[in-house]
């Protein structure tokens, strides 16, 4: 009996030994995983050492930081919220169950996280520029405009904050609150681009062309050449007269091959100015060219179509010569031939767009349109 007992005293501290051994990472081999960035490594190593069940914090918390890493966010989420379980006011956790979810899309339970913090420490900066961005996201930008004004009051120099809420306030054409917004965070980093492009936009808006002129040429400088960036220092040299500033200017646009209608006028104002007349008129065509959509004759095409369908000859024969204006087709001309000949019985119109349609070298696909001009020709020339 003596022996039994002696026995089971051994087989009980044995397992007493066992349950305070309990395996532990190598914290040197982890350190090599995380400093090479090999985070799925690391996630798969924890996951050897430490097999489910798991339920040490600590132990859950080094598996979904891991996890997290690697992007293996389904898992890091499950970890995090074992954790969370046990401690619901844990704002590190939080913040990570937020960020995950806001990297999964699922934007509104990201924000319920981050609430969470909130009623805890209604100041978090990091958590309010978080909800404005999601806010945004979803299309709630005016949850989004309340939560930029709280995170700007707490750190008016903080750049992304300053700019997103000043883009909403120049969106609403209130622009000297956004310039107060972006002019307090320069203060503190006065050669950020993002601030001066905002800057940029609200002193073009208010018509301050010589600062316009300042800013963006500190933007150009510093390599930031957008089209939009370009558009208002040229448009601000015309107004500033600084005729040939413009021109050189607006140039950069038709070498990226980024112009447009506004610049092209621009530069014809800037040339007619000088007194290049000729010049001036080229720019002028170019302005009208690019105000026009390439498919207007096509459209004008389609509507004669509809007239001719509609039995209304005249409104067809107005609407496919407007089309011409805009674009020649070969068809458009034998269209017009064709309706002269057939509906309106003038011959003499006929012959002319017969004539106009063979002289514009319709492709050879159109054979039987060709042929057929061709003996109308021979026959209303008579």
């Known amino acids: 009996m003596k022996s039994i007992l002696l026995l089971l005293f051994i087989f009980g501290l044995s397992l007493t030994a066992r349950a305070q051994q309990s395996p532990k990472a190598d914290n040197a081999l982890l350190l090599e995983y995380y400093q090479n960035q090999r985070f ?10 430490y097999p489910e069940p798991v339920s040490d914090v600590k132990i859950l918390a080094s598996l979904a ?5 690697a992007g293996k966010l389904p898992d890091a989420e499950d970890y995090y919220q074992r954790i969370f379980v046990t401690d619901t006011t844990n704002t590190a956790i939080l913040f990570n ?10 934007n509104a339970k990201a924000i319920g996280f981050y609430n969470r913090i909130l009623l805890r420490d209604s100041l978090n900066f990091n958590v309010l520029k978080q909800i404005a961005s999601l806010s945004q996201s979803m299309g709630n930008l005016q949850g ?4 930029l004004k709280k995170a700007n009051k707490i750190n008016p120099v903080e750049p992304d904050v ?22 307090t965070a320069l203060q503190a980093d ?49 107004v500033l007269k600084r005729y040939a500033d413009c021109i050189n200017t ?17 530069t014809a104002m800037s040339y007619k100015a000088l007194h290049n007349n000729t010049t001036a008129v080229v720019y002028f065509e170019k302005a009208i060219k690019e105000a026009l959509s390439s498919n207007v004759n096509s459209y004008y095409g389609e509507m004669a179509g509809t007239y001719d369908d509609m039995h209304q000859y005249k409104n067809a024969v107005n609407a496919y010569q407007k089309s011409l204006i805009y674009g020649m087709m070969p068809l458009t001309y034998y269209a017009l031939a064709n309706m002269y000949d057939v509906e309106l019985k003038n011959k003499v119109s006929a012959l002319r767009y017969y004539k106009k349609y063979l002289a514009s070298n319709p492709q050879s696909d159109q054979q039987s349109y060709i042929d057929y001009a061709k003996r109308r020709v021979g026959e209303l020339g008579h």
């Open 65 to 69: 930081y891991a996890s997290q890493m």
């Open 144 to 147: 989004s405009v309340v939560y």
């Open 250 to 266: 607006l140039k950069l646009l038709e070498e990226s091959q980024s112009a447009s209608e506004t610049s092209y006028y621009y």
């Open 40 to 49: 799925a490594e690391a996630a798969d190593y924890l996951k050897k050492t």
């Open 190 to 238: 006065t050669a950020n681009l993002l601030l001066l492009l905002g800057k940029a936009q609200i002193v073009y808006s208010l018509k301050k062309y010589p600062e316009t002129v300042a800013v963006c040429t500190q933007l150009m400088q510093a390599g930031s050449q957008t089209s939009s960036i370009i558009n208002m220092l040229g448009n601000s040299y015309y």
């Open 162 to 183: 300053a700019y997103d809420l000043a883009t909403f306030y120049i969106r609403e054409k209130s622009y000297l609150p956004a310039d107060t917004v972006v002019s």
């Open 97 to 106: 169950l937020g960020g995950i979810n806001a990297r999964r899309g699922n």
